[in-house]
């Protein structure tokens, strides 16, 4: 298995069981210190992503930023009742 399929698989698992605990519920209810461990957690994926993406006119710097405020969107707008999943993880 290559280096780059592991770390995938892992990012995977990371976001599969954060989707599962009660820090993201807590978060999403307006826990500041449960929301600022979420982003901590999940920006080294989001850095890899920029870095995947990154070229001339696409800084890494830029498109980091971009993935943390989709992160923090995505965070605000998670509704713990539906049963929504990544689509990685069906």
Do not use: C, N, W
Request: net charge positive.
């Amino acid at each position: 298995m290559s280096k780059g399929r592991f770390r995938r698989g892992r990012q995977h698992a990371l976001v599969s069981a954060l989707v599962d605990t009660p820090l993201l519920v807590r978060a999403r209810g307006g826990d500041e210190r449960a929301r600022e461990q979420v982003v901590r957690e999940l920006m080294p994926m989001a850095d890899r992503l920029a870095r995947r993406f990154s070229g001339p006119q696409h800084p890494v710097e830029d498109l980091t930023q971009v993935a943390g405020i989709g992160m923090l969107k995505a965070l605000e707008r998670y509704d713990p009742g539906r049963d929504a999943r990544p689509t990685h993880t069906r």
